[in-house]
């Protein structure tokens, strides 16, 4: 839309109190149990699980074309409480293609933590609470895991030409795990 002396309103609308976009162009993808085969550790309590259960879904905005140099994409993610055995929900996790890509990440609301690994299987976790901005550096895959009793909602921003790795996730895995242990998340 635009008025007399090129003046425009921006298409996109983000709600920060729940993260939820609208506006024209938002693309959503939701990802169920049973798509994330291999993920979790407890592999019989996650054949257990109802494979229609949705650990996460997110919306995100491409401004420019998949793979285009020099510019940014925008997305929203909410990560559901639950977990697999003791193993906390979480997004699937990747590396970037393009491996010196960056990116950032901001929490709107919940409790989490954004697992961090380098290429050599360095692995930490950065706490995620209500306006936490976390930067990612390249060459360094990430993953986040819904800690609380709440959905645990996340913006992010990254380079259109960053593509996602999720192979290297599931052939070498994350050394570490988020578990419950005695009432508390615990990196094991
Ligand atoms: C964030 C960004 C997206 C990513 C999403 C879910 O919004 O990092 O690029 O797709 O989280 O993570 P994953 O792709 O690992 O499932
Ligand atoms: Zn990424």
Same mark, same amino acid.
């Given at each position: 839309?635009?008025?007399?002396?090129?003046?425009?309103?921006?298409?996109?609308?983000?709600?920060?109190?729940?993260?939820?976009?609208?506006?024209?162009?938002?693309?959503?993808?939701?990802?169920?149990?049973?798509? /994330?085969?291999?993920?979790?550790?407890?592999?019989?309590?996650?054949?257990? &699980?109802? *494979? =229609?259960? !949705?650990? @996460?879904?997110?919306?995100?905005?491409?401004?420019?074309?998949?793979?285009?140099?020099?510019?940014?994409?925008?997305?929203?993610?909410?990560?559901?409480?639950?977990?697999?055995?003791?193993?906390?929900?979480?997004?699937?996790?990747?590396?970037?293609?393009?491996?010196?890509?960056?990116?950032?990440?901001?929490?709107?609301?919940?409790?989490?933590?954004? /697992?961090?690994?380098?290429?050599?299987?360095?692995?930490?976790?950065?706490? &995620?609470? *209500? =306006?936490? !901005?976390? @930067?990612?550096?390249?060459?360094?895959?990430?993953?986040?895991?819904?800690?609380?009793?709440?959905?645990?909602?996340?913006?992010?921003?990254?380079?259109?030409?960053?593509?996602?790795?999720?192979?290297?996730?599931?052939?070498?895995?994350?050394?570490?795990?988020?578990?419950?242990?005695?009432?508390?998340?615990?990196?094991?």
């Amino acid at each position: 839309m635009s008025n007399y002396c090129d003046i425009k309103h921006s298409p996109t609308f983000v709600d920060w109190s729940t993260g939820f976009l609208t506006g024209e162009g938002i693309e959503e993808s939701v990802k169920k149990l049973g798509e /994330l085969q291999g993920l979790f550790q407890d592999d019989s309590a996650w054949r257990s &699980m109802d *494979p =229609g259960t !949705v650990v @996460y879904r997110v919306q995100f905005w491409r401004p420019v074309k998949d793979g285009t140099a020099g510019g940014l994409f925008w997305g929203a993610t909410e990560v559901r409480p639950g977990r697999v055995g003791d193993e906390f929900f979480m997004t699937h996790g990747h590396f970037h293609l393009n491996p010196d890509r960056a990116e950032l990440y901001a929490t709107i609301r919940g409790s989490g933590m954004l /697992l961090l690994m380098t290429e050599d299987g360095e692995t930490w976790a950065e706490t &995620m609470w *209500p =306006g936490s !901005v976390h @930067y990612i550096p390249g060459r360094t895959g990430h993953r986040v895991a819904n800690v609380g009793a709440e959905p645990l909602v996340f913006v992010a921003s990254w380079p259109s030409d960053a593509g996602h790795d999720y192979e290297r996730v599931l052939t070498s895995g994350f050394p570490k795990r988020l578990v419950l242990r005695n009432g508390a998340p615990c990196l094991v």
